[in-house]
């Protein structure tokens, strides 16, 4: 079973950043592929990012390119998702993933594990 916990999420004003981050115990990033995905309420859960530390790759939604950026740091078993320049459409709740394989993938589906979700706000 993996565990994987949220944080960093609350209340920002638009235009504002937070970096979100979620913290796998005993789980190897780098063997693993990991994403962040988001759900609206009333919306569909919808990828964000997704990267991949084995395959050297990473991708993002249109809707964040260039404004989110995911990282993670393999000592610590740590995967982060950095927000920048935020809107109101960036509301929703964020959840960390990981997959059982290596390479990524913008399908929910293809991810075993999740995270309990944190909450992000952005305000007009």
């Known amino acids: 079973q993996v565990q994987l916990v949220e944080s960093g999420g609350g209340l920002v004003q638009a235009g504002g950043s937070l970096r979100l981050s979620c913290a796998a115990p005993?789980?190897?990033?780098?063997?693993?592929?990991m994403g962040w995905f988001r759900q609206a309420p009333g919306k569909e859960r919808e990828f964000v990012a997704a990267t991949s530390w084995s395959h050297g790759t990473t991708r993002y939604a249109s809707s964040v390119k260039g404004r989110f950026t995911i990282s993670g740091d393999n000592a610590k078993n740590t995967l982060y998702l950095q927000m920048n320049s935020l809107k109101p459409e960036d509301t929703a709740v964020y959840y960390c993933?990981?997959?059982?394989?290596?390479?990524?993938?913008?399908?929910?589906?293809?991810?075993?594990?999740w995270g309990q979700g944190t909450q992000v706000t952005v305000s007009s």
């Open positions: 993933a990981a997959r059982q394989f290596s390479e990524i993938s913008v399908d929910l589906y293809a991810y075993a594990y």
């Open positions: 005993g789980r190897t990033l780098s063997t693993s592929a």
